[in-house]
């Protein structure tokens, strides 16, 4: 826990050797859920250090585990980092698929608190696309869903859409944004999951 926590606060380099760690202990005594988490956060770690092989390949390995072990909440997760390697690799449309299975998936196991997270990586992928609009819509909603849920934006949230939302004013004319933020923070919860479960290309309304 000192080493998620380390992680959220962007402590990447004091959180690794936690993680390290708690990866080992786990492995040990075989949890295989923990383990699971702990690889999650160390991948995590490891890329925001400069070490994206080694987090992609902890990601994809665990990935495949979650899915051999029947994990469906480390599935989510691991299909969440994944998509984020494929993003930073030029291939958003292959994100976006696996963004929709993660949300169906957090979706089936009643895990709400994990939508405003999920609407803002569908408009990272989304902003890679031809769908700018689409995109500021969800991060409008990811931000108006935290405040609902009373709850804090995490830093890392914050940090994906310091650098996202500049990016799509600066695409879209001042008018479109404004419309389409507004619009995004009066949808609903249901509207919003609809829109980041869509196919690339359909009417985003």
């Known amino acids: 826990m000192r080493g998620v926590s380390a992680n959220e606060a962007g402590d990447f380099s004091g959180s690794a050797p936690l993680l390290e760690e708690s990866l080992e202990l786990f492995d040990r005594i075989g949890d295989r859920h ?6 999650f956060h160390l991948a995590w770690a490891y890329d925001e ?13 665990g990935l495949r585990r979650a ?18 390697h494929l993003i930073e690799d030029g291939q958003p449309d292959e994100a976006w698929a696996m963004l929709r299975e993660s949300l169906q998936i957090y979706l089936d196991i009643g895990e709400i608190t994990k939508l405003p997270d999920c609407f803002g990586r569908v408009a990272r992928a989304m902003a ?3 769908e700018p609009e689409a995109a500021v819509r969800l991060i409008a909603r ?19 859409f310091e650098k996202l ?11 479109a944004f404004d419309a389409a933020w507004q619009a995004g923070a009066a949808m609903t919860v249901d509207e919003a999951v609809a829109l980041a479960l869509q196919q690339p290309g359909e009417p985003t309304g």
């Open 49 to 61: 250090l400069g070490d994206t092989a080694r987090a992609k390949q902890m990601d994809t390995d």
């Open 128 to 130: 890679e696309l031809p």
């Open 67 to 84: 899915r051999e072990e029947g994990n469906r909440r480390m599935e989510a997760n691991f299909l969440d980092a994944v998509a984020g």
């Open 142 to 160: 990811s931000l108006a869903t935290y405040k609902e849920f009373g709850e804090a934006v995490p830093l890392y949230v914050a940090r994906r």
């Open 165 to 175: 939302v500049p990016s799509l004013r600066a695409r879209l004319a001042e008018p």
């Open 34 to 39: 923990y383990a699971l988490l702990s690889t």
